[in-house]
């Protein structure tokens, strides 16, 4: 069993659409909380992180972390064309090395 | 001016063949980072130096080895390449060692034939 699963998608929304991306994972020791948006042909940026539970709104993009499910979501309000990318959620429990799902490839339709 | 730039951007050799990808940071971080992406986008890491000295090194074939002649750049070398070796490698480097400050180069798509 992976350490991080994620659903690949592919997933298509219409714009202005609320998108929830999620992952789960079997490693309880995991305390960081990570998504990077990956665009095609591009490295990954982190788009936001929490440390161990709670949610944290950044903008459009709101985190959420269930640690009794073992559960992460990425809620994406009011999206946009520039946001089509593929999502990568990752966890760490130590800080210095993550373990990264499959991503998840999102399109957003004008 | 670009961050983190890897190169080549792509490479496509045959089995048996030796490579290198090099990687070059002008961020003045401390470590760096060598990811593998396979073709379903799962991402893994590899290698991790930190002033020069490796601190992570996954479960990689010997293969493959890491080089980093100074804090700004971190080689990798691939001998006698396979198949299954075809993926994007991502360099990365992050100011201290937490990867969550990372930044990413744009990857080196790598086909063996």
């Known amino acids: 069993q992976k350490e991080v699963e994620q659903d690949p998608g592919p997933l298509s929304v219409p714009e202005g659409a609320i998108v929830s991306l999620n992952c789960t994972y079997s490693?309880?020791?995991?305390?960081?909380f990570m998504w990077y948006r990956q665009y095609s042909r591009k490295g990954p940026e982190l788009l936001m992180y929490t440390y161990s539970s709670g949610n944290k709104e950044d903008g459009r993009f709101t985190a959420q972390v269930d640690k009794s499910s073992k559960y992460i979501s990425l809620f994406i309000r009011d999206s946009q064309p520039s946001d089509s990318a593929t999502y990568l959620c990752?966890?760490?429990?130590?800080?210095?090395?993550?373990?990264f799902g499959t991503g998840t490839s999102l399109t957003v339709i004008p | 001016d670009t961050a983190v730039s890897q190169t080549p951007k792509y490479l496509v050799t045959q089995m048996g063949n030796d490579k290198s990808i090099k990687c070059e940071q002008n961020?003045?971080?401390?470590?760096m980072y060598w990811y593998k992406q396979d073709s379903k986008k799962f991402l893994k890491i590899m290698f991790s130096?930190?002033?020069?000295?490796?601190?992570i090194n996954e479960t990689v074939p010997n293969r493959f080895s890491p080089k980093s002649p100074d804090k700004a750049h971190l080689n990798l070398h691939i001998n006698s390449l396979e198949l299954g070796d075809s993926a994007v490698y991502f360099c990365?480097?992050?100011?201290?060692?937490?990867?969550?400050?990372?930044?990413f180069g744009p990857g080196t798509r790598l086909t063996v034939t």
């Open positions: 990752a966890m760490s429990h130590t800080g210095n090395q993550f373990y």
């Open positions: 130096y930190n002033n020069k000295e490796l601190i």
């Open positions: 961020l003045g971080h401390d470590t």
């Open positions: 990365a480097s992050s100011r201290t060692r937490n990867p969550l400050e990372q930044y």
């Open positions: 490693n309880s020791a995991f305390q960081y």
